[in-house]
């Protein structure tokens, strides 16, 4: 595709519940990277991925975070039993290797 | 661990007006580093990104430089416009190590005024 894409670009839920968000790197991009950013703060590395494995899973706060990507293609976050403290942009990235990062526009993360 | 600094927080220029924005980083064995800029409830677009072999990019009004051995880059905008108005944000990528940590400043808040 022309850009990153992420779905859904709003989503509230209700604490406990479990939610998907999509990325949509941009075609060929080998590399593609989830982060956070709670509101008013800095952006917060969650995963990388190279092709359709996760070298660096570092940055995932906890085992209710949990994310896979088919191929060098669609990347999924997932996030179990959701607390308020996970409410907070969570931005896609792509690259490929390691030259310019190209970002979504990001979803907005709302838990009650 | 390498840590990336942005000053001044905040900034606030009158239209017209060349500016410089600031980013400092800890560890120099850096592969690159991206300046983005982000406008209040979207994602991060891309400006410039400088290699760690160059000295600087333009791109427009923008200029980018890089001194690796002191750790510091700058962004400099020519002749400011309202539409600059937005948070900048610089990122190094390390040049060794695992390539995904990217490490991103905190920003800085530009504000351009009529």
Known sequence: ?112 | KQEVTQIPAALSVPEGENLVLNCSFTDSAIYNLQWFRQDPGKGLTSLLLIQSSQREQTSGRLNASLDKSSGRSTLYIAASQPGDSATYLCAVRPRTGTASKLTFGTGTRLQVTL
């Open chain 1, 1 to 112: 595709g022309a850009g990153v894409s992420q779905s859904p670009s709003n989503k509230v839920t209700e604490k406990g519940k479990d939610v998907e968000l999509r990325c949509d790197p941009i075609s060929g991009h080998t590399a593609l990277y989830w982060y956070r950013q709670r509101l008013g703060q800095g952006l917060e590395f969650l995963i990388y991925f190279q092709g359709n494995s996760a070298p660096d899973k570092s940055g995932l706060p906890s085992d209710r975070f949990s994310a896979e990507r088919t191929g060098e293609s669609v990347s999924t976050l997932t996030i179990q039993r959701t607390q308020q403290e996970d409410s907070a942009v969570y931005l896609c990235a792509s690259s490929l290797a390691r030259k310019k990062l190209f970002f979504g526009s990001g979803t907005q993360l709302s838990v009650l």
